[in-house]
């Protein structure tokens, strides 16, 4: 049997649900062959999506058309803005959701998708178009002796992805293929002693695609990750735990009105709201955990690969910290229709008995009853400085990979990857020019821009730390930056473009009106009831507003005009005042950080062919030749970014570039 597409993407999770969604509706035909239909979507680890940075990664996929915010927000059980007593760079947002809607919500979006077909079952290998027996080790192979020295050429790809071929003798044929197999290639699951070979507990992994990929001349390694106790909540004594509600203002991930959300059932489609509750561990639970340790598969030598360093387990914990007498807990409802109780903070691959043992020693788990139990995965990736900014694979033309398998860690920086991935799949098969983020308009830049630049040695995650323009990437703005690219590609539909056009719209209305309203003396007896400092002469609004102290909406109860502006906005209006408000408040920092990423531009305009011999530049260290050799930067932005290459490295490709 011999089906025939323009796109295959390999796997319906976090990756290949973005991907396969966002090519379809870019015209593609598109397949997404994924092992179990009942898993897309699927939340291997925590039911919660969003948090510090990634949840401006899910509002940026929001803005260019893609699904993660619609899905997350119908989905949604508890939505939190983080970080709201720090600037508005910092402001996250993030939301527990129902682990089991989350995939019926992600199902019916990609089963309403024109274009896109499901398939459920396992790729196994890779048809490759212009190769001999249709695996890449005899191409790779005449093409290696052909290519001395693979560094050297490693952006000239060595052959064209033609299809796939799957466990149930199905062969797809396709112009380019996207992999997100996620956690699946090889995966081997540790619980102490335990080894379990699969790609998510209960879940098989998947076996040949990294060794025909490695034939080819892909680099790849192992990383490993973990996942903690699932409980049951009528076993958790709640009265010993401290409850923490979500926020129950206007926010949420979607930059869609309420009225337009994707809805699951019933009038509104909201799901109840829930709360978490937060609960310590202690010395006992300590003693416990230590005792474990020779059968901990991460100290005795069971497990070698590399975990997220930014989400340890509860025993890389009591190592590192060793002097800390407790660590934070939380428990996360699953959904609004189960019991089970995620123990967030209580990552662990030990015995199963220490496990529990453990936890029992928790005042409010005293009696607590497990689901399932911790448990550690170990998992191929492939190193992503083979991929080009579309994330294209530099060997192999077509081929696409995106999410947990270019080691990165998390749902939301997969998502990212898929949904750039899948854009540039759709383009690429019609014939269109690539399309790509910088790292001053994303971070989905600034992720797809560290990987193909920097590699990974650990997981990677996404860190507000990692963005040099954050002010430039805040939360409230990403349909400012992004809404219109994906509406150019046929990603973002014409209502969340008119949207966007309106929601501009009153933001200049808003800021021309505080920039020309003049506040006279008069209105000195307001500011005094509200704690503000009187005027000595008459001064524009906008000076009011910039004070820490008022806000717009505030002012509005004083200045009818004001008030009158405010109440004709049709929807969103709390949104749009805020979005005015921030670009008020922080004017000075956005107008510097777009100064400084303008002068980076001029770098990052200054492209370097894929072909250039570094090595003949004898100017350069041999660290700065070799690793130039092997990224093969497209600007001399990137060149300055990659670890190795100085910045007296640097001066000395402009100044031959200038010659
Ligand atoms: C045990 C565990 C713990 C984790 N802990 C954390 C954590 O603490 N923090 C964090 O940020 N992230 C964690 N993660 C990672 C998180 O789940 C991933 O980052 C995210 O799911 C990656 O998305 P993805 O789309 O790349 O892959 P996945 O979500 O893994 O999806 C891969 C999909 O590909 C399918 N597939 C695989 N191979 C094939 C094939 N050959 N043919 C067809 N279909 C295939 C699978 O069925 C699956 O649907 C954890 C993952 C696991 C398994």
């Known amino acids: 049997m011999t089906f025939q597409y323009d796109v295959i993407v390999i796997g319906g999770g976090h990756a290949g649900c973005e991907a396969a969604h966002a090519a379809a509706r870019m015209g593609a035909r598109t397949c997404l062959i994924t092992m179990d239909m009942n898993k897309i979507g699927q939340m291997s680890c925590n039911p919660a999506v969003g948090g510090i940075a990634k949840g401006q990664i899910v509002r940026e996929i929001d803005a260019l058309g893609g699904k993660m915010g619609e899905v997350t927000d119908a989905c949604s059980i508890q939505f939190r803005m983080l970080n709201r007593s720090k600037g508005p760079a910092m402001w996250s947002p993030r939301s527990q959701a129902d682990r089991g809607k989350f995939i019926w919500a992600w199902r019916k979006v990609l089963e309403n998708t024109p274009n896109l077909s499901i398939w459920q079952d396992t790729v196994q290998k890779f048809i490759f178009a212009d190769n001999i027996s249709e695996s890449g080790a005899s191409y790779s192979k005449n093409k290696k002796e052909e290519n001395a020295s693979p560094e050297e050429n490693s952006s000239v790809p060595r052959g064209t992805i033609a299809g796939v071929e799957t466990k149930m003798g199905v062969r797809f044929e396709a112009k380019a293929v996207v992999l997100t197999a996620g956690t699946f290639l090889n995966g081997l699951m540790h619980i102490g002693r335990t080894m379990i070979k699969g ?65 699951l059932s019933g009038e509104n489609g909201k799901l109840p709201q829930l709360p978490c509750w937060t609960i310590q561990t202690n010395e006992q639970v300590h003693e416990i955990l230590r005792r474990g340790l020779p059968d901990s598969t991460l100290y005795n030598g069971q497990i070698q690969s590399i975990g997220p360093r930014y989400c340890p387990s509860i025993e890389t914990k009591i190592v590192t910290f060793a002097d800390k007498d407790h660590h934070l807990l939380f428990l996360e409802p699953e959904g609004t229709d189960t019991q089970e109780y995620y123990l967030n903070g209580f990552s662990s691959s030990l015995p199963i008995d220490i496990q529990l043992e453990a936890l029992h020693q928790i005042p409010a788990l005293r009696n607590a009853v497990a689901y399932r139990p911790g448990y550690a995965i170990e998992y191929d990736f492939f190193d992503p400085t083979q991929l080009r900014h579309t994330l294209e694979t530099k060997l192999c033309r077509g081929l696409f990979f995106a999410g947990q398998v270019n080691g990165t860690t998390g749902y939301e920086e997969a998502a990212g990857q898929g949904l750039l991935a899948g854009i540039n799949a759709a383009l690429q098969v019609q014939g269109k020019e690539p399309f790509t983020l910088s790292r001053d308009e994303a971070y989905i830049g600034v992720l797809v821009d560290d990987l193909v630049t920097k590699g990974v040695d650990e997981p990677y995650r996404m860190f507000t730390s990692r963005a040099e323009y954050r002010i430039l990437l805040r939360q409230d703005d990403a349909d400012m930056r992004l809404t219109e690219k994906g509406y150019l590609l046929g990603l973002a539909d014409e209502h969340r473009y008119r949207l966007l056009l309106e929601k501009k719209n009153w933001i200049e209305k808003i800021l021309s009106f505080c920039n020309e309203f003049h506040v006279k003396l008069s209105f000195n007896p307001v500011l005094e009831s509200l704690g503000s400092t009187p005027l000595k002469e008459g001064t524009r609004l906008v000076a ?7 806000n717009v909406l505030l002012l509005s109860e004083y200045i009818p005009e004001l008030r009158e502006l405010l109440e004709a906005i049709p929807n969103r209006r709390e949104e749009i005042i805020e979005a005015a408000e921030i670009r008020i408040k922080y004017a000075g920092y956005i107008e510097r950080e777009k100064i400084v990423a ?11 062919r894929p072909d250039f ?39 000395i490709l402009l100044l031959l570039l200038g010659r």
């Not at 203002?249 to 009105?257: E, K, N, Q, V």
């Open 199 to 263: 790609g998510r507990v209960g879940e098989e992994a998947s076996y040949g695609l990294t060794e025909q990929l490695k034939e080819f001349g892909f680099v790849t390694d192992r990383m490993k990750t973990g996942t903690p106790v699932r409980l049951d909540g009528r076993t958790i004594d709640f009265s010993l735990a401290e409850r923490q509600d979500g926020d129950a203002d206007f926010h949420h991930f979607s930059y869609l009105p309420e009225e337009d959300e994707l809805k």
């Open 544 to 550: 009011l507003v910039n004070r820490p102290e008022l």
């Open 598 to 608: 303008e002068k980076i531009a001029r770098l990052e305009n200054i492209r370097l």
């Open 613 to 651: 011999d570094y090595n003949s530049l004898q100017q350069l260290t041999i660290e700065a030749r070799q690793k130039l050799s092997r990224i093969r930067p497209v600007t001399v932005g990137q060149a300055s970014r990659i670890p190795g290459v100085s910045p007296a490295d640097v001066n």
